[in-house]
């Protein structure tokens, strides 16, 4: 075989860009021929020793949790060395607290069973905030609606959040949905609030991250634990997530998998 | 011959390769404190532990790249001892002298090992000679292990025609190749 068009079937099978009768040709020609096999090696041994650990993005993916958790460990740090003489009296109190309430519960105290809802509670974060899912200022009456309808929510005022946001023609507004579906989901209405976050995940792609993490919570409280965390292992492997939701997604499947 | 079995712990080498952050997470939240209490136990700080974690990660990523890599243990006990070696070369480096290192894992896989320490030798072979090449070579082959097209090449660096730059990328990687056979160590490598 001539070098040149030898070195071109390399880099193109190398590649992957040898398909069909090609490819089988050249694995043939593999099987029989061990120094051209040798000098596949050589070629592919080469171009993954010249592969920047820059251009890993699963090495770049480490290297952010361990800026992130520099970061965290910087925080720490300086809020430590501010809080240490107050942390030590708190400590002190909770310990006695905890030796007292023992003293009264026993020893189920010490390792609480969490109930999905607890756990749900405990983990769901902050509402959806109005000014995070909306990207430009309105001035329409839409606007003004959506505010009212948040603020109920932010005062838990879940019925009379639904009554304002219900207002809104569905299909105009994503946001005034998602209001409604965390709004059900609070008020233990669950069905309805799967099928509004379903319809934002569908049809709007902008909040789609937000409605995922409200139907894996939802389908949590439901006590559907399968589904969550289907829910929760997709939002770890989106690519277009937030670190953070990532985080919270990953540390929420850490706890169910428990 | 008898065919090696994957480990069922193959899950983190497709995670690696896949770039999957469940993964990611689970590999740094598992075995990252374990290595940088091997770090810093034998005389490294934080820093040096995560250089040492994210060295091996590399190692391990372009071992995996290799269509005949198969994990056939678990994971943790392949990159402990790649993490081990990649820091006793730092301590060794650092002091000039032989360096032995407290080690609190009763295992090390002196086959993983030993073809860790081969294939890091070659590679860095392989990298002395591509710095031996002239700036257009070198640049041309990282274009084209870039998987960037040759049309966008010959723009890039100035060639007439995507088949010139074709010609030209061939006589660089020709090249290359006859410098790393050429050197002695290739020969006592393969």
């Known amino acids: 075989m001539k070098e040149e068009l030898k070195y071109e079937l390399i880099e193109r099978y190398l590649s992957g860009d040898l398909s069909g009768q090609e490819l089988t040709d050249f694995k043939q020609q593999l099987d029989q021929d061990t120094d051209l096999k040798a000098e596949v090696e050589l070629h592919r041994d080469i171009e993954i020793a010249m592969l920047d650990k820059e251009k890993i993005p699963f090495i770049n993916r480490i290297n952010n949790y361990h800026e992130e958790q520099f970061q965290q460990e910087k925080t720490e740090k300086t809020t430590g060395n501010k809080k240490i003489a107050r942390r030590r009296i708190i400590s002190f109190a909770v310990a006695i607290a905890a030796v007292l309430l023992l003293a009264f519960f026993g020893k189920n105290l010490l390792v609480p069973d969490l109930s999905p809802a607890q756990l749900s509670e405990n983990t769901i974060g902050s509402m959806p905030s109005l000014s995070a899912l909306r990207s430009t200022d309105g001035g329409n009456i839409n606007d003004e609606i959506l505010e009212k309808g948040f603020n109920e929510l932010d005062k838990g005022n879940y019925s009379q959040a639904i009554t304002y946001l219900q207002e809104i023609p569905a299909g105009t507004e994503a946001s005034a949905q998602l209001g409604i579906g965390y709004a059900y989901m609070q008020e233990g209405n669950y069905e309805q609030a799967i099928s509004i976050f379903n319809n934002i995940r569908k049809n709007s792609p902008e909040i789609k991250d937000t409605a995922d993490w409200y139907l894996a919570h939802t389908y949590l409280r439901q006590g559907k634990k399968a589904d969550c965390v289907k829910i929760l292992k997709n939002i770890t492997l989106d690519k277009t997530v937030t670190q953070k939701r990532q985080k919270q997604a990953f540390d929420l499947l850490k706890s169910i998998e428990k | ?190």
């Open chain 2, 1 to 190: 011959m008898e065919q090696k079995k994957a480990h069922k712990e193959s899950f983190y080498i497709e995670g690696m390769l896949k770039d999957d952050p469940f993964i990611g997470r689970e590999i740094y939240d598992k075995f990252y404190p374990k290595i940088e209490r091997l770090v810093t136990l034998n005389s490294g700080g934080k820093t040096d532990a995560r250089d040492v974690f994210q060295d091996a990660l590399v190692v391990i990523y372009k071992k995996a790249l290799k269509p005949d890599f198969i994990l056939t243990c678990p994971f943790y006990n392949f990159l402990y001892p790649i993490c081990k070696y990649i820091w006793l070369k730092k301590l060794t480096k650092k002091s000039r002298s032989e360096v032995t290192i407290q080690d609190d894992a009763g295992f090390i896989d002196e086959a993983n090992i030993e073809t860790v320490i081969h294939e890091t030798e070659r590679h860095r072979l392989y990298r002395e000679k591509f710095a031996q090449l002239g700036e257009k070579c070198q640049a041309i082959i990282n274009l084209v292990f870039e998987k960037k097209k040759m049309r966008e090449i010959a723009e890039l660096l100035g060639y007439n025609n995507e088949k010139t730059a074709k010609q030209q990328h061939y006589k660089c990687k020709q090249k290359l190749i006859k410098l790393v056979r050429e050197d002695v160590r290739f020969s006592e490598m393969i």
